[in-house]
């Protein structure tokens, strides 16, 4: 992208680095790495109990939801955080979120498609 | 973005931010491996909800995958995570030695795993999980269990592969001093980190969905 110098919007800047381990606008600090690292090892810990713990049949639906959204919730601090999603801009957030919205587009086909039979 | 003595300089956009055009691209490449693994997990999912039986009747998926192997080889994996952001940290720093270390323990991390991923392989072989037959302990396997079981590991596995081969570039030129040298100098080594966070990000999802469902 060239800037254009006329242009209001678009300020020609070199980006600075900082070296000094403190928070600005768009860097995290080493802490926030470390504390991501080990919610992340907790949950992966708490993830291989829970075919243990919810190992009947009567209980499947909770193990898929604890699963589930243990998965989910590990993917989004991985991309919040190490790849800074957090810190950047919504148009690039919804340039990561577009396998998102796909996967929301094929279950909602899914649904419908279950359903077919029940229509006359 | 524009390329000055091999030193990226960025604008900040309106809608972008301070993001360089290569991290755009990134993402946008990102974005798209995202939907191929969404296609196969998709089709996973399809084909193991209206099966008869999963793997096999009176099987589960967790008799035959070593789930304590793959939990370890998961933690490794985010270990590889960090040592990634902290190398991105350095290289922000200006800080070769840091920067180097951190990509050397990063490269060791996915060289773990894929080795891991190897020992499965010939384990699950051994026993009779075949990518198109398979049998467990003289019962008869959906022959779908080993088909998507190879298919969406080993594409994720590749991904490891190139990832590993790609943070050897990117090793090379920082003992060249080429990513070091401050400014936006960093911005190959963020690019790497983005697409290794990525691998890892898909293996949580590959691990829930393959492993533990």
């Known amino acids: 992208m060239a800037a254009k110098p006329d242009s209001p919007a678009r300020h020609a800047t070199t980006a600075a680095s900082h070296g000094d381990g403190e928070v600005h606008d768009d860097h995290p600090t080493r802490r926030t790495f470390f504390t991501i690292f080990a919610i992340l090892t907790f949950l992966t810990v708490v993830e291989v109990a829970v075919p243990e713990v919810f190992d009947s049949e009567w209980n499947r639906s909770t193990k898929m939801l604890l699963l589930v959204g243990l998965a989910v919730g590990k993917a989004l601090l991985v991309a919040l955080y190490f790849m800074h999603l957090k810190w950047e801009r919504p148009w690039l957030r919804h340039i990561a979120a577009m396998p998102v919205y796909m996967g929301i587009f094929a279950v909602l086909l899914m649904i419908e498609h279950l359903f077919r039979p029940l229509v006359p | ?213």
């Not at chain 2, 080993?154 to 060249?176: K, Q």
Request: charged share 10%.
């Open chain 2, 1 to 213: 973005m524009s390329a000055s003595h091999g030193v990226a300089t960025v604008t900040t956009d309106r809608h972008f931010g301070k993001a360089t055009g290569g991290k755009i691209a990134m993402w946008m490449f990102i974005a798209q491996d995202g939907f191929s693994f969404g296609a196969l997990l998709l089709a996973y999912g399809v084909l193991r909800i209206v099966a008869d039986a999963w793997p096999a009747a009176g099987v589960s998926v967790q008799d035959i995958l070593g789930i304590n192997l793959t939990a370890f080889a998961t933690f490794v994996l985010i270990c590889s995570s960090v040592t990634m952001v902290l190398a991105v940290d350095s290289a922000q720093k200006a800080d070769k030695g840091a920067t180097v270390r951190w990509l050397l323990a990063t490269i060791a991390g996915g060289a773990i795993f894929l080795g891991i991923q190897a020992y499965e392989y010939t384990i699950l072989s051994q026993a009779g999980i075949g990518f198109a037959n398979s049998t467990w302990e003289g019962q008869e396997v959906n022959a779908l269990f080993g088909s998507t079981f190879y298919v969406v590991t080993g594409f994720h596995g590749l991904h490891v592969l190139s990832g590993v081969i790609y943070l050897c570039f990117i090793l090379a030129g920082t003992l060249r001093g080429k990513y070091t040298q401050g400014g936006l100098s960093y911005s190959p080594v963020e690019l790497v980190g983005l697409f290794w966070h990525f691998v890892d990000l898909v293996w949580i999802l590959v691990f829930t969905f393959i492993y533990l469902l």
